[in-house]
T-cell receptor, first 119, second 112 residues
Framework: AQTVTQSQPEMSVQEAETVTLSCTYD???????LFWYKQPPSRQMILVIR??????QNATENRFSVNFQKAAKSFSLKISDSQLGDTAMYFC????????????????FGKGTHLIIQP | NAGVTQTPKFRVLKTGQSMTLLCAQD?????MYWYRQDPGMGLRLIHY???????AKGEVPDGYNVSRLKKQNFLLGLESAAPSQTSVYFC???????????FGDGTRLSIL
């Protein structure tokens, strides 16, 4: 079984600052996927970024980027130029790769980091 | 542009009552999932389905049953609700395993 650990229950930064959320995971799998999801007060689960473990290049999506360290089993999220709308719970999640026809696997989530962007 | 729709959005039940949560997706996705979210926790997988007519157990399946009679619908049933099942329930779907999951808006369920 996989486990995902987010060691920062809450973080607070000023608007326009850069913030990094940490995530570590434990798995014996070699091929898998990692995700960051955002959950604002509206309760929606919104995909922020996705990383494929076999790709060494770190994924980026506009102001969001990750630092994926496969050997260290670390997957941190960096938010640049933070905005008030970034205030939310952020969840790191893991999914193992399943070959086509081999079924599926759900997401394993960490407990989340509550990020507060101060004006 | 509905995506994933969950019905109802909120429900209060008494211990021992039964109910069914409905999840419908209009994206022709094969894979569908049910999660629960408790305070201070991330989402945990209850059951999932890899296609019409198939279901499988996730991390916390006890006390729940599911059915996928049509590709677009995934039903979650509570036969005899217990206070420990008070939670927010999320349905999700994806095109392929490993692809991003699209989530519904959640159902807040309270068991008294």
């Amino acid at each position: 079984a996989q486990t995902v650990t987010q060691s920062q229950p809450e973080m607070s930064v000023q608007e326009a600052e850069t913030v990094t959320l940490s995530c570590t995971y434990d798995t014996s799998e070699n091929n898998y996927y990692l995700f960051w999801y955002k959950q604002p007060p509206s309760r929606q689960m919104i995909l922020v970024i996705r990383q494929e473990a076999y790709k060494q290049q770190n994924a980026t999506e506009n102001r969001f980027s990750v630092n994926f360290q496969k050997a260290a089993k670390s997957f941190s999220l960096k938010i640049s130029d933070s905005q008030l709308g970034d205030t939310a719970m952020y969840f790191c999640a893991f999914m193992k790769h399943v070959d086509s026809g081999g079924g599926a696997d759900g997401l394993t989530f960490g407990k989340g980091t509550h990020l507060i962007i101060q004006p | 542009n509905a995506g994933v729709t969950q019905t109802p959005k909120f429900r209060v039940l008494k211990t021992g009552q039964s109910m069914t949560l409905l999840c419908a997706q209009d994206m022709n996705h094969e894979y569908m999932y049910w999660y629960r979210q408790d305070p201070g926790m991330g989402l945990r997988l209850i059951h999932y389905s890899v296609g019409e007519g198939t279901t499988a157990k996730g991390e916390v399946p006890d006390g729940y049953n599911v059915s996928r009679l049509k590709k677009q619908n995934f039903l979650l049933g509570l036969e005899s609700a217990a206070p420990s099942q008070t939670s927010v329930y999320f349905c999700a779907s994806s095109y392929l395993s490993g692809r991003p999951q699209h989530f519904g808006d959640g159902t807040r369920l309270s068991i008294l």
